[in-house]
């Protein structure tokens, strides 16, 4: 390129410069420059302080308003571009390359006439002081390069050039020279003047002397030699071969061919082909064939030589180069010997049979149309067609044609199911015509055509026969299908392509195909119909996949299929397939089974997430304000993805005591619901602080009231959030904003809680009091509140109870209203007390005690200052076992005492049962004997003793 060298002398003056003052120095100009290739200008600054790695900024005057900036591009701001450069900006067509940390080039790809001007390379300042020179400037010049008409494509490639190495000097550069560029050269300048109205007047013009370019081919000798055997039988082709041997490498060569000492056919070293007389209607036909087999190599190939063709052949070959007019200069011209062909006599009449394209190959589906030709002298004739299919011993009969043109076809060939129609055609007396469409692979083998003369009765002993062995390929052999996408990763949202290429030999045919799309979705183990496109146009959708109807496009055309899908989700995520089924040409068979099918690799296809452009503002500051003031937190974003894309917004707080966490305050989502942390979620806290979305790239936390709690850390996190078609949200990327610390003005206030370190043993079930003291009573002025806090293991952090200046008691959870009690009590003491020690209640506890007082007017009570104890060590001892407790230890024992006294139990009313039957017995015998004693009264009197002592002591048993 023409500007390397003013390249490589900057960067060899840059060298010579020693550091001091800041100093800028650019490209050394005018530089001269070629519309629409490219340029570049060197820009270097030394003598800096500041960063290793400066900021360059690229402006232009132009001619017509050389007093106005035009700003270009910087490598310190991308808004830096004025309009009318900030397309090509875009579109990297005008860039800037960093060489090293204090030397860039300006890079333009394809310059435009507009783009002539003074160019201004400025850094912006990064010393202490402005001291020394800042930008630097170089001129770009008004030119535009015009070949001639038959240069341009010379010009294009670079063969011919014309550079300007100063104002008034011009150099005209040739390579490859070629004969057309001999001639007289000499060039032509010409002044202009521009006028007032901004038009250019011509004023002079003047003309070098002329200079004489003569050009000497280089020619090397050859000699021709001809090839060609000197016998051949009627019918059958005949090839001449006309080869060059010796002279230069790849020279341009036409070459003439002769029979009998006339011109016949002409090839010029363009490849042009011009024959002679009848020979233009024999290439017509396909009966005759010139061409080039290389580059020393001419070929005359006769397909079917018939008597006319018999004689003398010889060819000529010159070395030629292109003339100053297009022409072609004969340079040196040689004769080849003659070569004389002579046919065998034939019988009585002789019969060619061939195929119609003269390809004895073809694919199952195309046509096989067979002629057969017979010679001799004009009479009626007959005709019959065999054929010996491969893998048979017998032929089996075609068809027939009598002399009368009664046409009979074999008992195989009369089965249209079994074969394509079968089609007999007589051209002329002695050609004959056999068409089979469409063929199978059956149709492969050897045919013969037998020609018989005279009437029936007499045709035995007079016939002709030819045969021609013909071979039907399969489709299924040769067919491939590749399965492609440009994006094997696509991005979600975004939009993806595949392509089903159907690689075959028979790629020219244009056979009818139906292409099946399959899906197997992730996760899944089956492949899915995903559509169907048959070779009639039809289009099918799979009832599993109906997501993909509405959003994907199918491109069909001729071995090939395109899909098309727009919008990528996760559910379009997977492995995809592509089936090729083949059919025959026919439309009357394409109703039938498909005649070949192929399946493609497995392509999976993964849905990405598009990369998060996101930046946050990280700069940090200390903000001072006064107690019971409002103030807010800004979360200023920088720049974002572009597309469908919201942001959500976590508050974090980081408290000034100390052993403090960062404690999240609250979460905008990127729905705008918002949720309150844990330690944030009563109503008061609530209404202390609430967010603010300002702008796109502005979201603020207020803070109501501001107290000596407040005083801490904050920042915030921002989370770039994408929403897909199906409804899911995607989180691409999380960026953390810089650091705000809130302090209060001094007010005189201070607490201090007793740092003493302590710790208690407590046993399990028993009552234990923690104490939380003041080292001074305070102002009397003063109310106090106290917060208690607890940090179990595996639990984290947990506030208890709080006893707020007025007395009331606030709890961190309702459950803990019974096991809890909170106190103050003396001026200076505060006492937590657990009425029922467990297990779990052990770990770290300490206080946080705030002052209060009245501010304000109406005023109000405010918290002036706080402090925190230090961390007491609660230890809870397992309690001595009792009776209970190792009655419930043992089972045994427990089954005893439950078991043992229903035993009793038992027994004992067993016992009353027997009691009270033997009582009701003896109370009757009692009755019974008192009447048996009234009787004997009232018989003998009241004095027999006797009676009486039995009766006593039957009563006593």
Not at 596 to 603: G, R, T, V, Y
Not at 800 to 825: A, I, K, N, T
Request: aromatic share 10%.
């Amino acid at each position: 390129m023409a500007h390397i060298p003013h390249v490589a002398s900057f960067f060899l003056f840059l060298t010579k410069l020693s550091l001091g003052q800041r100093e800028v120095t650019i490209q050394k100009g005018p530089l001269f420059r070629v519309a629409g290739y490219p340029v570049s200008i060197g820009c270097n600054v030394t003598g800096y302080q500041g960063p290793a790695e400066q900021n360059f900024q690229w402006s232009v005057y132009l001619p017509k308003t050389p007093k106005q900036e035009i700003q270009i591009v910087s490598t310190k701001d991308a808004s830096f571009s004025y309009v009318v450069y900030a397309q090509r900006v875009r579109s990297k067509e005008i860039y800037v390359e960093r060489i090293r940390g204090n030397s860039v080039f300006l890079h333009i790809s394809e310059p435009q006439l507009k783009d002539s001007g003074e160019y201004e390379c400025h850094t912006p300042n990064t010393d202490e002081r402005y001291y020394g020179n800042y930008s630097a400037k170089t001129r770009l010049i008004d030119f535009l390069l015009i070949p001639g008409p038959s240069y341009k494509e010379r010009f294009a490639a670079g063969d011919v050039q014309l550079g300007k190495l100063g104002f008034t000097t011009f150099r005209l550069s040739i390579g490859s020279l070629q004969p057309s560029d001999q001639g007289q050269l000499f060039c032509e300048a010409t002044e202009w003047i521009q006028d007032p109205d901004e038009t250019w007047t011509s004023i002079a013009r003047k003309r070098t002397a002329q200079t004489t370019l003569r050009i000497q081919p280089i020619v090397r000798d050859f000699h021709i030699d001809i090839s060609a055997e000197s016998t051949w039988t009627a019918g059958n082709s005949l090839e001449l071969v006309c080869l060059v041997v010796g002279g230069g490498r790849d020279p341009w060569l036409q070459g003439i061919w002769f029979f009998n000492g006339n011109e016949m056919a002409r090839m010029d070293a363009g490849g042009v082909l011009d024959l002679k007389g009848d020979y233009r209607g024999r290439a017509s036909q396909g009966q005759l064939q010139v061409s080039k087999l290389s580059s020393k190599a001419f070929s005359l190939k006769i397909f079917s030589v018939g008597p006319e063709d018999e004689g003398t052949y010889s060819c000529a070959v010159a070395e030629v180069a292109r003339a100053p007019m297009g022409s072609w200069q004969v340079l040196q011209s040689k004769q080849s010997p003659d070569s004389r062909v002579h046919l065998r006599k034939p019988a009585a009449r002789n019969v060619v049979l061939s195929t119609k394209n003269k390809q004895e190959a073809m694919w199952e589906g195309e046509a096989l149309t067979l002629l057969c030709k017979a010679d001799g002298a004009v009479s009626l004739l007959s005709v019959e067609w065999w054929h010996l299919p491969r893998g048979q011993a017998q032929p089996e009969l075609v068809a027939s044609t009598q002399q009368d043109g009664a046409v009979q076809l074999g008992a195989s060939y009369k089965q249209p199911n079994n074969r394509g129609p079968t089609r007999l055609e007589k051209m002329d007396w002695a050609t004959f015509q056999l068409e089979i469409s469409p063929t199978s692979t059956t149709d492969s083998g050897v045919y013969e055509c037998r020609v018989s003369e005279g009437t029936q009765s007499h045709a035995r002993g007079r016939s002709w026969t030819q045969k021609l062995a013909v071979t039907v390929k399969s489709l299924e052999s040769s067919l491939r299908v590749k399965l492609m996408s440009r994006q094997p990763k696509a991005e979600l949202g975004k939009n993806f392509g595949l392509s089903c290429v159907v690689e075959a030999d028979y790629a020219n045919l244009r056979v009818p195909l139906t292409v099946t799309w399959l899906f197997q979705p992730a996760r899944s183990q089956v492949f899915h119909l995903l559509v169907r496109i048959t070779h009639n146009g039809t289009i099918e959708w799979g009832e599993d996949l109906l997501q993909f109807q509405k959003k994907t496009k199918v491109l069909q055309s001729s071995f090939h299929s395109q899909l098309l899908i727009h919008d990528a989700t996760e559910e379009e995520a997977g492995v995809y397939q592509c089936k090729v089924e083949v059919y025959v040409r026919n439309s009357l068979c394409t109703s039938g089974p498909a005649r070949a099918s192929a399946i493609s690799h497995s392509l999976m296809i993964a849905v990405t997430l598009p990369e998060s452009k996101l930046q946050v503002n990280s700069s940090s500051q200390v903000r001072e304000i006064l107690i019971n003031s409002n103030t807010n937190i800004e979360c200023s974003i920088l720049s974002q993805s572009t597309g469908d894309l919201q942001l959500a917004v976590i508050w974090y707080f980081f408290p000034s005591s100390t052993n403090a966490i960062w404690l999240r305050i609250l979460q905008m989502d990127q729905t705008n619901v918002v949720k309150y942390g844990d330690e944030f979620h009563t109503p008061r806290r609530k209404q202390k602080f609430y967010p603010k979305k300002v702008s796109q790239d502005l979201f603020q936390l207020h803070i109501l009231n501001v107290d000596d709690s407040d005083q801490g850390k904050y920042h915030c996190t921002v989370e770039e959030w994408l929403l897909s078609t199906n409804g899911t949200w995607h989180k691409l990327g999380e960026k953390k904003s810089g650091l705000t610390e809130l302090k209060l003005r001094p007010t005189g206030s201070k607490v201090r809680v007793s740092k003493e370190y302590r710790t208690e043993n407590a046993t399990e079930h028993s009552q234990v009091a923690i104490r939380c003291s003041l080292e001074s009573p305070g102002s009397s002025a003063s109310l106090f509140s106290v917060m208690w806090y607890r940090n179990r293991e595996n639990s984290g952090t947990k506030m208890l109870v709080h006893l707020q200046h007025d007395g009331l008691l606030e709890y961190g959870e309702e459950e803990l209203r019974r096991p809890l009690l909170c106190y103050r009590s003396s001026s200076t003491d505060f006492v937590l007390q657990l009425h029922w020690v467990e297990m779990e209640d052990a770990g770290l506890y300490w206080c946080r005690v705030a002052e209060w007082q009245l501010h304000g007017n109406p005023s109000k009570w405010v918290k002036q200052a706080s402090d925190e104890s230090q961390h007491m060590v609660l230890t809870v001892l397992p309690s001595e076992p009792t009776l209970p407790s190792r009655i419930c230890s043992s089972t045994s024992l427990l089954y005893f005492l439950l078991v043992f006294p229903c035993i009793l139990l038992i027994l004992l009313l067993i016992s009353l049962f027997c009691y009270c039957h033997k009582a009701r017995k003896l109370s009757a015998m009692s009755l019974k004997a008192q009447k048996e004693k009234s009787l004997w009264m009232d018989l003998k009197g009241t004095g027999d003793w006797t009676i009486n002592q039995r009766y006593k002591e039957e009563e006593d048993h």
